[in-house]
């Protein structure tokens, strides 16, 4: 955000008192009321004003400024999606913040006119950039979006030289592909093209890439000092000096991180109880997350070390805060900025060396050493866990000590040409694991690889030592339970005899409670529902029947997840009993087409109707009856745009109906850029029907893109629109 001098800060004072009373910031008024409070000249006051609109802080006609629009939480959350993913489309926005297209529209124009962000058309598209990411990145960020061209680029930095050819075996890709991709990076030039003994070599442009980095690096900073800045009234002053500097870097150390976080009094006055602590993240754990400085003198500076141990590979910001009292005894603080760590593992090809070769390699190589505490496992048991986790990294095993348990492993990475060697050894109660590499760095992305990897199945081996037939027993009172609300589906089919219902659904709850008591219940409110229509003759209702049925998915939904769940581990623990797995994965298998089944029939049994209308003017384009009804679709249309109209009135604001509910009937709306689709359901809709109305909106939109981009009210372009609706929905 650009600074402003002292008369803007006054002038911009006096406007936020205006923001207050709720009243239109008009650039007359703005001018009066300054030349009526401050001591300031027409001119200065004139231009201060001018300057406020051109660096966007007030817009003439609005209630609000740059400083007073954030206080909206809608909008706050969509420059921070923003901001974590330039170049966004609006319909991923409405999708990820759950908003209509109206507010999604409001919220941006907002956002947009004080200067926050820009808009791009992409692709006969509109997409969305932060206000500080400079435009030449623009197209770097949209390819980049792309996985496949990201791991790409990511793989020509880490070759630094590489062929085309290369590149299309590394990822199982056609030439006419790879080359697709390759012809789009050197377009935005990310990566450079030269001929080297009559070969075409592709390299990376670190410069171009630096903005790309820098971006990922600094944006929650620009964030954070948006909000602090804009949540205030008045903007601060700008100190001429920072009292505290606090500077952050990172080393690597024998398989480690070494993290410096420095602290530099500029202030004239001593400060004190000086804490430095760091903020935990997932990939790094460190025993002492907090040092202490006695006393900083004015202009003095210190120094403090944090040993990061690795967990596993990839990126982390690593950030803490600095605290310390004043000279007046008060208390301040002052955050670390993020620093990203990347710890990178290498990729390694089987090259087993002698033991002669092994001494050889090892003075040439840099050490980094770790260990990992054990319990629950006997020593050898716990050696061929690691010895199974290192193997499994393509190295070659060079020796193996069954006696003293004790393992050489060596190898070639693959980027960097370097020799690798690994050392396993087993001690009374931790595991020692020792890596040569040639340079510190990957020694720490290897030792990280490694541990993560033996960590995770040490503690799987530990957390399954149940016995065999429990897990068993578990996973076949599960197939119980589901066999029986399979029965209950039945039954709602055919509105069955009430007492029968009830007797099952207290059998299924006990069976629940008892066999599978992690599952939520969600269906014992119908036995008390229930029970006080029962009667010698008595059935279930139409409506009854569908909200069971709409319950009892949801449950069968959890039981399914939970066999596949339990399936997983007994197949991972108990390899040798072929019999048994087989026996449940043809159960499981059979559970799976009933779901698919159960899930068909509900949503051919609830829909109703279905209509689509234009988004702007409300008029029909589609009707589409899924049952003998007859509804007039002139005068649903209208009823749905007077509800909107109704909430809009409401709100002062842009709305959005979602969905809406009458005695026994539904109706789920959905949006898209043109068009608003309605189903008309007699029961809750399911997450499969809110995923198919979305599809057809998606496709309805593509196929009829034209004539609705350009609408001209000629209906009959749609007349081939009831076959898309079978396609989805019959």
């Given amino acids: 955000m650009m600074e402003l001098d002292k008369v803007e800060k006054k002038i911009i004072n006096l406007v936020s008192k205006l923001v207050e009373e709720k009243k239109l910031i008009k650039i007359k008024d703005i001018f009066n009321l300054a030349k009526k409070n401050l001591n300031l000249s027409d001119s200065k006051i004139d231009i201060a004003i001018w300057r406020l609109i051109e660096k966007k802080y007030i817009v003439d006609g609005s209630k609000l400024t740059k400083l007073s629009v954030l206080n909206n939480n809608n909008r706050q959350r969509t420059l921070k999606l923003i901001f974590d993913n330039p170049g966004v489309h609006i319909r991923k926005i409405r999708d990820v913040l759950d908003m209509g297209s109206y507010l999604s529209y409001w919220h941006l124009n907002i956002l947009e006119k004080f200067g926050y962000i820009r808009k791009k058309p992409y692709k006969n598209k509109v997409v969305f950039y932060p206000y500080f990411l400079p435009e030449k990145y623009e197209d770097v960020f949209q390819s980049l979006k792309d996985e496949k061209t990201y791991e790409i680029n990511e793989f020509i930095f880490e070759k630094e030289k590489t062929t085309l050819e290369e590149i299309s075996e590394h990822f199982k890709l056609e030439n006419e592909k790879a080359s697709n991709i390759l012809q789009n990076l050197l377009k935005i030039g990310l990566i450079t093209l030269k001929t080297e003994n009559k070969k075409d070599m592709y390299s990376g442009d670190l410069e171009k890439l630096k903005g790309y980095i820098e971006y990922w690096q600094e944006k929650d900073d620009e964030f954070e000092k948006i909000i602090k800045s804009t949540l205030t009234k008045i903007p601060s002053e700008v100190s001429p000096e920072k009292r505290i500097a606090v500077k952050r870097e990172y080393d690597y150390i024998g398989g480690n991180i070494r993290y410096k976080v420095a602290v530099q009094n500029n202030s004239e006055h001593a400060i004190s109880q000086i804490r430095v602590m760091l903020t935990p993240v997932d990939q790094f754990t460190f025993k ?346 002139d005068l649903i249309s209208g009823f749905l745009t007077a509800i909107q109209s109704f909430g809009m009135e409401l709100t002062t604001a842009p709305t959005e109906m979602k969905k809406l509910a009458y005695k026994n009937f539904e109706i789920e709306i959905n949006v898209g850029d043109y068009i608003r689709a309605a189903l008309f359901l007699s029961g809750p809709c399911s997450n499969y029907l809110v995923k198919k109305l979305v599809e057809f909106i998606n496709k309805f939109e593509q196929k009829y893109e034209k004539p609705l981009k350009n609408w001209t009210g000629d209906v009959s372009k749609f007349e081939d629109a009831p076959q898309l609706v079978k396609e989805i929905f019959e």
């Avoid at 716990?382 to 069954?402: G, H, M, P």
């Avoid at 492993?409 to 020792?434: P, Q, R």
């Avoid at 009667?535 to 997840?561: C, G, H, K, P």
């Fill in 288 to 633: 002492n997350d907090l040092k202490k400085i006695d006393k900083l003198g004015p202009g003095e500076s210190r120094g403090v070390d944090f040993l990061l141990t690795p967990m596993t590979c990839g990126r982390s910001n690593v950030y803490g805060t600095v605290s310390y009292v004043g000279q007046e005894g008060d208390p301040s603080s002052i955050t670390i900025k993020p620093k990203l760590i990347w710890v990178k593992c290498p990729l390694v090809s089987s090259v087993k060396a002698d033991l002669k070769e092994l001494l050889e390699w090892q003075s040439d190589l840099r050490n980094g050493e770790a260990t990992l505490e054990y319990s629950g496992l006997t020593k050898n048991s716990a050696f061929d866990i690691v010895s199974n986790q290192i193997s499994a990294l393509d190295l070659a095993v060079v020796s193996t000590d069954e006696e003293f348990l004790k393992g050489i492993y060596s190898g070639i990475a693959k980027v960097t040409n370097s020799k690798i060697i690994v050392e396993v050894e087993m001690l009374d109660n931790y595991i020692k694991i020792s890596v040569w590499a040639s340079d510190l760095k990957e020694v720490t992305g290897f030792l990280a690889y490694i541990k993560n990897m033996v960590k995770i199945a040490l503690d799987m081996s530990k957390s399954i030592r149940m016995k065999e037939e429990k897990i068993e027993q578990q996973i076949l009172n599960a197939f119980e339970c589901a066999e029986r609300i399979n029965q209950l589906f039945e039954y709602c089919e055919s509105n069955w005899n009430l007492s029968d219902v009830i007797i099952l659904l207290k059998e299924i709850v006990r069976k629940v409670e008892r066999d599978l008591p992690s599952l939520p219940i969600e269906i014992n409110h119908w036995i008390s529902d229930l029970e006080p229509h029962l009667s010698e003759n008595a059935t279930l209702t139409d409506q009854s029947s569908i909200y069971i049925e709409y319950d009892a998915f949801n449950l069968l939904r959890r039981v399914y997840d939970l066999i596949g769940s339990n399936l997983d581990m007994y197949k991972s623990t108990f390899l040798d009993d072929t019999r048994t797995i087989k026996m449940i994965e043809e159960k499981f298998g059979s559970l799976q087409n009933k779901l698919f089944e159960i899930e068909e029939k509900y949503t051919k049994r609830i829909l109703v109707f279905l209509l689509v209308i234009e988004d702007n003017s409300g008029l029909s384009l589609l009707e589409h009856g899924f049952k003998d009804k007859k509804l007039d679709p």
